[in-house]
């Protein structure tokens, strides 16, 4: 009898698996938000800023697997490296292409954008190397988002704008707080309470920068993230809880929110392109596990 071949879905789903593609709508949010708040301009730049984004986010999840290899195989043995479904030689060629693959797209764009591009795979790289063995490797994702921030900002047309800046650090402490939140998910399923307060951080800074003719629209928006950071934090507090992904992943998909509380809404149009790329992550999350 001849062997059954795998179905090609089955390794498309792997490589997304490995890619965590369900996070890639909070990158692409990250882009448009600092793309807005830089001036915006020729959508094709955007474009290529979400492309060349997209690249490095799926070479730091590839390398991020390779360097956690010996971890996986002792904790998540459910990953595709010790679960036999994928060499580690070829998981290491993939994450070096996809960054090669970003840096080309990014450097296209401008020197500034380059320059940014090579800050954030060396982040990329640094933060896969020792975010299993430091206290401190959640500043470093932090990190990785502030400067994807910057990296979108230059390729607007007004280049980057203190309000990006000052938006990607709130966007940062978010993440910094996410990230300590999930430090421990695969070895200590209990919800931490000292990182959420950094969870706020962008909601401090709505409302010290919005004046009058923003202020009851990014009121709206201030509840809207509230009640979803609150919604995900809600019944995971035990400290055996066994839902802390499920609250990691809520979290995650709220970058969404940040982004466009960041934005204050934008046109119609704009806030209803952040609602898709919300709707999308959480669709994403019930078939790819976001962490």
């Keep these: 009898m001849t062997p059954r071949q795998p179905d090609p879905l089955y390794h498309l789903r792997l490589l997304f698996l490995m890619g965590r593609v369900s996070n890639l709508p909070t990158v692409w949010s990250n882009c448009l938000a600092a793309w807005l708040l830089s001036g915006g301009g020729d959508t094709a730049r955007l474009q290529l800023v979400c492309l060349g984004a997209t690249f490095l986010y799926l070479g730091g999840m590839y390398l991020n697997d390779a360097f956690d290899a010996a971890f996986d195989a002792q904790f998540r043995r459910e990953r595709p490296i010790p679960a036999g479904l994928i060499r580690l030689g070829t998981v290491w060629q993939l994450g070096v292409l996809w960054l090669g693959l ?71 402490l978010y993440i910094l707080g996410l ?92 806030a209803m392109l952040f609602v898709a790329l919300f709707l999308l992550a959480r669709l994403l999350q019930r078939v790819i596990p976001a962490t």
């Design 102 to 172: 970003g840096l080309l797209t990014l450097a296209w764009l401008g020197k500034a954008t380059g320059v940014l591009a090579v800050l954030l795979i060396v982040t990329v790289v640094v933060y896969d190397a020792v975010h299993k063995a430091i206290t401190l490797a959640p500043v470093l994702m932090a990190l990785c988002r502030f400067l994807l921030y910057l990296i979108a900002g230059t390729s607007a047309s007004n280049g980057l704008s203190g309000l990006t800046v000052w938006s990607g650090v709130a966007l940062a």
């Design 179 to 270: 990230s300590y939140i999930a430090r421990h998910e695969s070895t200590r399923p209990s919800l931490r309470w000292w990182p959420t307060g950094f969870l706020a951080a962008p909601v401090v800074l709505a409302l010290v920068v919005n004046g009058e003719g923003y202020y009851q629209q990014a009121g709206w928006l201030i509840l809207l993230l509230v009640f979803w950071i609150i919604q995900c934090l809600h019944s995971r507090a035990g400290e055996t809880s066994p839902d802390l992904k499920r609250t990691v992943s809520g979290l995650l998909a709220g970058i969404i929110w940040v982004d466009l509380l960041a934005v204050a809404g934008g046109t119609t149009t704009i």
